[in-house]
């Protein structure tokens, strides 16, 4: 049966950094764009970034350029989201996505069960 495993989040201060992780299992991540979506408590969902399959393709939303860094590891099955200069606003749960193609198409077939970070002083 398919699995993510999110992890890395946590508590950080501004200006600091995180890495989350998403490790697969029961599915092989090779065939899929990955994806990091954010959610805050009363917010609509936003996306982070994404990942095609082969790591040719990389996007990211205008708020996190410049400080989010999207990488994946295929023999690991992994995929990974280091996050520096965070924001209070990064304040968020972070979750992993599986898109329905190899490209980021923005259809997302799989999701993990999310990870927290909280960004504050």
């Known amino acids: 049966q398919w699995k993510f495993v999110e992890s890395g989040g946590g508590a950080a201060q501004p200006g600091g950094s995180l890495t989350l992780s998403c490790a697969a299992s029961?599915?092989?991540?090779?065939?899929?764009?990955v994806g990091w979506i954010r959610q805050a408590p009363g917010e609509e969902r936003e996306q982070v970034s994404c990942?095609?399959?082969?790591?040719?393709?990389?996007t990211y939303a205008e708020f996190v350029k410049g400080r989010f860094t999207i990488s994946r590891d295929n023999a690991k099955n992994t995929v990974y989201l280091q996050m520096n200069n965070l924001r209070p606003e990064d304040t968020a749960n972070y979750y992993c996505?599986?898109?329905?193609?190899?490209?980021?198409?923005?259809?997302?077939?799989?999701w993990g069960e999310g990870t927290q970070v909280t960004v504050s002083s």
């Open positions: 996505v599986a898109d329905s193609q190899d490209y980021c198409s923005g259809f997302y077939d799989y």
């Open positions: 029961g599915f092989t991540l090779d065939y899929y764009a």
């Open positions: 990942i095609s399959s082969t790591g040719a393709t990389i």
